[in-house]
């Protein structure tokens, strides 16, 4: 398996507190991705990134920022969680180059109370 | 990003072939086309990917037409594991944009 891990795994917090998830990759991927997945629906796309400090914007992106200081490294902030946040978020990593296989982090559950 | 269209859910039998076809209408030059499966619980899983004519590897084969405004994907004698979501998704090469539709829901029964 590629080495992508997610953190935390589980996240329980309270509405309007801020969030960090954190990707980290030992792969060297350029490219970075955050998802969110709600029940019965496809992953749609936060943010994502291409490279050290380079992100952008994806189809749900209002409330949400991320950065990427390292490569190894993209964080996801909700920055005053809402109850509507409450999902499974996914990152990805791609090596892109005309490959468009990504990995898959095992998936952080967050509930928004 | 071109939109995708495909259907929401398909049923099949064991050891049947299966095929399930997506549009991409507004498909461009330095597109390409990907397919993955998710299981229950887990993130997706990448399965094939193609630009034109036809890509074949251990788990699957990927159909595309000249005019690229769609692609079969085709998973050979079916068993029940699997069973998943598929998603087929048409990524910019040069940002490597990837956005996932709904999916097909595949349902083997036996």
């Known amino acids: 398996d590629a080495g992508i891990t997610q953190s935390p795994r589980h996240k329980v917090t309270e509405t309007g507190t801020p969030v960090t998830l954190r990707c980290h990759q030992t792969?060297?991927?350029?490219?970075m991705y955050w998802y969110r997945q709600d029940p019965g629906h496809g992953l749609r796309l936060i943010h994502y990134s291409y490279g050290v400090k380079d992100t952008d914007k994806g189809e749900v992106s209002d409330g949400y920022s991320v950065s990427r200081s390292k490569t190894e490294d993209f964080l996801l902030t909700l920055e005053s969680a809402t109850s509507s946040q409450t999902s499974v978020y996914f990152c990805?990593?791609?090596?892109?180059?005309?490959?468009?296989?990504?990995?898959f982090g095992q998936g952080t559950r967050l509930t928004v109370v | 990003l071109a939109k995708t269209t495909q259907p929401i859910s398909m049923d099949s039998y064991e050891g049947q072939e299966v095929n399930i076809t997506c549009s991409h209408n507004?498909?461009?030059?330095?597109?390409?086309i990907t397919w993955y499966q998710q299981f229950p619980s887990q993130g997706p899983r990448f399965i094939i990917q193609?630009?034109?004519t036809k890509v074949t590897n251990e788990v699957a084969s990927l159909f595309i037409p000249a005019d690229r405004k769609s692609s079969t994907l085709s998973l050979p004698r079916v068993s029940l594991s699997d069973t998943a979501v598929y998603y087929c998704l048409v990524v910019r090469i040069n940002n490597n944009d990837m956005r996932f539709g709904a999916g097909t829901r595949l349902t083997v029964k036996p």
């Open positions: 193609g630009y034109k």
């Open positions: 792969e060297n991927h350029r490219y």
């Open positions: 507004n498909i461009a030059t330095n597109d390409y």
């Open positions: 990805a990593i791609s090596d892109g180059t005309a490959n468009t296989e990504a990995f």
